[in-house]
């Protein structure tokens, strides 16, 4: 018998709606949308198909029908729930606290050690900063001193949790003559496994340079945008262009940091490449 999907293994209902109703029908190939929607209480039969599309939202009550049609139960209804709540959150402060409310949840079912305290780590947008700091000129314990470096502002709580969590997964370690050490400068997580994690870091970072427009002097950043029409079929080799200067960038920072010199920050670099239209027919291309 085909099982069914897991749900903790989603962070997007949408998709496991679809696998899940692709499930039953090669469990039961009468099954249907209308039987569905019969069990869950649904009025309309195409309800389902228009929320996987993203035609249409769930409300709390639909989203209480659509935990009845699929038998969902005790903590795999309310991770259901959650899923909803993330993804028509806005973005911020208040996706973040859900999305780390999914993972203490999957922490229980399918994430090993490693993998949640990765999460932990790539959540919280600010802890790469603090590595990268501790990393040019080591950490003395002085919190206050390390929050007060960081573009925007963090309290003097979050940057202590951030060493905490630096420390807890070897990225740091206590140092007789820094106080504290970076050990680890390229970090190998299960990229596919916290997929979602990163891209709202991604997120959170892009914002950030939204503000740096405005709160930093203009010699003192480079923010460009390039609109422009492309063949689909040049993007991988943007894409290794664009590593290729990462690890330019990434060579250029080691060279200087062992160089110590004076006027070293921590500078964000945005590598941006997506369609801004439909593909284009033959006579606009």
Known sequence: MTPLPEIYEYLDYRAYLSDFYDAKKRINPLYS?????????????????DVVKRRKKLSDNAAKKMIRGMDLADD????????????????????????KKLLE??????????????????????????????????????????????FPRVNVAQVRESVGVLEALGIIEKDADKGYRVTMLKLRPNVAELREVIKNLHRRWIEHSVKAIDAIEPE???????????PAGIVPELTRKFEELKEYV????????????????????????????STLGASNE
């Open 33 to 49: 949308y209308r039987v569905f929607a019969r069990k869950a209480g649904f009025n309309n039969q195409g309800f389902f198909i």
């Open 76 to 99: 795999r209804a309310r991770y259901f729930k959650y899923l909803v709540k993330y993804d028509q959150a806005g973005d911020g402060e208040e996706k973040e606290l859900l999305l």
């Open 105 to 150: 949840f999957k922490s229980k079912t399918l994430f090993n050690d490693v993998s949640l305290q990765y999460a932990n780590y790539y959540l919280k947008w600010y802890n790469p900063v603090v590595r990268e700091i501790i990393a040019v000129e080591g950490f003395d314990g002085d919190y206050k001193n390390l929050a007060d470096k960081i």
């Open 220 to 230: 003192e950043r480079y923010i460009s945008s390039l609109m422009v029409g492309l």
């Open 250 to 277: 990434l060579s250029t920072a080691a060279s200087h940091e062992k160089d110590q010199e004076k006027d070293l920050r921590i500078y964000q670099f945005n590598f941006q490449l997506f369609p801004r239209s």
